[in-house]
């Protein structure tokens, strides 16, 4: 990947719009991340993927990205050398990027495990070629400059927003040393994820974004909730919960009360007598429960059961005579 541009190393034209840019950047990192990618050069393929996003991201450093391609021979500096804005034929070296690791344990308290796919790692890997630009601009003389903070996407189960949950988190973060040497460090973080939490607020970890230097205080952390999206479960208007409730054909026609088990427990539900499959009965106030919490929505699945023994298929032949004796 080291011989291709920017473009080729995402996959898209020269000319692909934010959105073409954005997906192809996923893809290959989902594809490439090494906590889950066999491939043995994983480690730099992601770096180089980083890069290129982080460039082709910003339409500044784009516009200069293009400037540099339509002049390959580059800027004369006063020393002679070549100056390609800061981007050069190999970015920045294999050692040049970021790549931050999460290892978690656990689960919601729902038998759902916490782990790799919980995280969006776009910011986090891309953040490490602004730091090293940043860093080629240290002088001795200049003051204390805060690390930049950094933003993720952490993925929960609708669970976690009902009860609340607590994960502890490890990352491998990048740094560079005065001389622009490229280190790791473990860190190990506590996430406490706060009851009535709502799709897109954001969790602040303070100091745990990119080190500042010259004495410069470290930037922040901002994780992004969003919810795991399940064809029985999910969330819509970032507080209201709709969920698939299975009811047998008796159950349907008779109504009555019934037991549903929900993400926030167990409750007592009175279903209407010709209860019609695709109807929705609305539980106000039990969506997810915020200061003013949403509603819950059960969503009527009209369950029809096997017939697995003569019996069961006498009553069902009854039932056929009649209604069609109607």
Same mark, same amino acid.
């Given at each position: 990947?080291?011989?291709?541009?920017?473009?080729?190393?995402?996959?898209?034209?020269?000319?692909?719009?934010?959105?073409?840019?954005?997906?192809?950047?996923?893809?290959?990192?989902?594809?490439?991340?090494?906590?889950?990618?066999?491939?043995?050069?994983?480690?730099?393929?992601?770096?180089?993927?980083?890069?290129?996003?982080?460039?082709?991201?910003?339409?500044?450093?784009?516009?200069?990205?293009?400037?540099?391609?339509?002049?390959?021979?580059?800027?004369?500096?006063?020393?002679?050398?070549?100056?390609?804005?800061?981007?050069?034929?190999?970015?920045?070296?294999?050692?040049?990027?970021?790549?931050?690791?999460?290892?978690?344990?656990?689960?919601?308290?729902?038998?759902?495990?916490?782990?790799?796919?919980?995280?969006?790692?776009?910011?986090?890997?891309?953040?490490?070629?602004?730091?090293?630009?940043?860093?080629?601009?240290?002088?001795?003389?200049?003051?204390?400059?805060?690390?930049?903070?950094?933003?993720?996407?952490?993925?929960?189960?609708?669970?976690?927003?009902?009860?609340?949950?607590?994960?502890?988190?490890?990352?491998?973060?990048?740094?560079?040393?005065?001389?622009?040497?490229?280190?790791?460090?473990?860190?190990? =973080? +506590?996430?406490? /994820?706060?009851?009535?939490? @709502? &799709?897109?607020?954001?969790? $602040?970890? !303070?100091?745990?974004? #990119? %080190?500042?230097?010259?004495?410069?205080?470290?930037?922040?952390?901002?994780?992004?909730?969003?919810?795991?999206?399940?064809?029985?479960?999910?969330?819509?208007?970032?507080?209201?919960?709709?969920?698939?409730?299975?009811?047998?054909?008796?159950?349907?026609?008779?109504?009555?009360?019934?037991?549903?088990?929900?993400?926030?427990?167990?409750?007592?539900?009175?279903?209407?007598?010709?209860?019609?499959?695709?109807?929705?009965?609305?539980?106000?106030?039990?969506?997810?429960?915020?200061?003013?919490?949403?509603?819950?929505? =059960? +969503?009527?699945? /009209?369950?029809?059961?096997? @017939? &697995?023994?003569?019996?069961? $298929?006498? !009553?069902?032949?009854? #039932? %056929?005579?009649?209604?069609?004796?109607?």
């Amino acid at each position: 990947m080291a011989d291709k541009n920017y473009y080729e190393v995402l996959g898209v034209a020269p000319d692909a719009d934010q959105g073409t840019i954005k997906k192809a950047y996923r893809k290959l990192v989902r594809k490439y991340h090494p906590d889950v990618s066999k491939d043995p050069d994983a480690v730099n393929k992601t770096a180089e993927i980083n890069l290129a996003y982080e460039t082709l991201k910003d339409a500044e450093k784009r516009a200069e990205y293009d400037e540099m391609l339509a002049n390959p021979f580059g800027r004369q500096t006063q020393g002679g050398a070549q100056d390609f804005g800061g981007f050069g034929r190999s970015g920045f070296g294999n050692d040049g990027y970021s790549r931050y690791e999460f290892r978690s344990g656990g689960d919601f308290g729902d038998g759902e495990p916490f782990g790799q796919g919980d995280f969006n790692f776009e910011d986090l890997f891309s953040a490490f070629g602004r730091q090293q630009h940043s860093g080629s601009r240290r002088t001795q003389g200049s003051g204390p400059v805060k690390g930049e903070d950094q933003h993720a996407e952490l993925s929960i189960d609708i669970y976690a927003a009902y009860t609340g949950a607590e994960r502890t988190l490890t990352l491998n973060v990048p740094g560079v040393d005065e001389y622009g040497r490229v280190s790791y460090q473990e860190k190990t =973080l +506590n996430v406490k /994820i706060p009851q009535g939490i @709502a &799709e897109g607020q954001q969790i $602040r970890l !303070a100091g745990q974004g #990119l %080190a500042g230097y010259n004495g410069g205080a470290n930037g922040d952390l901002y994780l992004k909730i969003r919810f795991h999206e399940r064809p029985e479960l999910y969330v819509q208007n970032k507080k209201d919960v709709y969920q698939t409730l299975d009811v047998m054909p008796w159950q349907a026609v008779l109504g009555g009360k019934i037991i549903v088990p929900t993400a926030g427990g167990r409750l007592q539900v009175n279903l209407p007598a010709n209860s019609q499959h695709g109807k929705s009965i609305r539980l106000k106030g039990k969506g997810i429960p915020a200061r003013e919490p949403g509603d819950l929505y =059960l +969503n009527l699945r /009209i369950a029809v059961p096997k @017939a &697995e023994s003569e019996a069961d $298929r006498a !009553a069902w032949e009854a #039932l %056929a005579a009649h209604y069609a004796e109607r």
